[in-house]
């Protein structure tokens, strides 16, 4: 049956369930792509689908080889060079309420410990970063550290983060309200935005932050300044208060 008619083409309602479901399934990729690298590439890709269709419809063979074996290269050459981005995009879209409902608990208890920690070393201005483990998987950061298995406690990250310590200068990783590693490192950031103006442990913060679900806090040696980390973004400056309750939020899995 037919639903509606364009110009010389015949719609039924399956016709038009079928270009919903694609236009919504291209619109939330947009979506997970956007403020990222990989959008200027998307670009030529959708030129590339677009020859396609257009040779296809008007039968201009040169054109339709051309561009059918353009696309194939430009979507390997997509998939390898924008592999962190894709990682991402996934994650984030296995981290959607939907399916955040079929996991455990997260690393709540060590907030406060946090909290109190930060209040200190951001008193003193000494450097920290510490990353709160939630859905996604941190070993592969925690192996390139120190491991400690030890209760998450103020006095203990005070304490790592002491200047001249061993660990002092890398990342302390918490899961489960445990300190499972000291001294990690960290991917460094690939978003050009940031790339230049912030220092090294914002930086791998914030590189955390865009390949797993991780919440991340980091303190300024310089200033003392106090952010947070998560999805790939930044709130800088903030108060405790300010943490205290942005974590409470995001390690109950609420935050957007």
């Given at each position: ?19 919903l ?10 979506l ?68 955040r ?8 208890k ?15 201005k000494?450097g ?82 865009e ?12 200033t ?7 999805r ?25």
């Amino acid at each position: 049956m037919t639903f509606f008619r364009f110009l010389f083409f015949e719609f039924g309602l399956m016709d038009v369930i079928d270009i919903l479901v694609v236009a919504l399934i291209v619109y939330s990729f947009l979506l997970l792509m956007k403020g990222t690298r990989a959008v200027t590439m998307l670009i030529g890709l959708g030129t590339i689908l677009f020859l396609m269709f257009l040779s296809t419809w008007m039968d201009m063979n040169s054109l339709k080889w051309l561009s059918a074996h353009l696309g194939t290269v430009w979507i390997i050459a997509f998939i390898i060079v924008f592999q962190p981005e894709l990682r991402n995009a996934l994650m984030r879209l296995g981290n959607a309420p939907l399916f955040r409902r079929l996991v455990g608990s997260r690393s709540r208890k060590a907030a406060a410990s946090v909290v109190n920690a930060v209040d200190v070393l951001s008193s003193a201005k000494v450097g920290a970063l510490i990353a709160i483990k939630r859905d996604v998987g941190l070993k592969g950061y925690i192996e390139t550290g120190k491991r400690i298995a030890a209760e998450a406690t103020s006095e203990l990250l005070v304490t790592i983060f002491t200047p001249h310590t061993p660990l002092h200068d890398g990342a302390v990783i918490i899961e489960d309200d445990t300190i499972s590693a000291a001294g990690c490192e960290l991917p460094l950031t690939t978003n050009p935005r940031y790339q230049r103006s912030l220092g090294m442990r914002h930086r791998a913060g914030l590189g955390l932050s865009e390949e797993t679900d991780a919440v991340i806090v980091i303190v300024s040696e310089e200033t003392g300044a106090i952010s947070l980390a998560i999805r790939g973004n930044l709130r800088r400056n903030l108060t405790l208060d300010n943490l205290r309750k942005l974590l409470d939020i995001s390690l109950k899995g609420n935050d957007k």
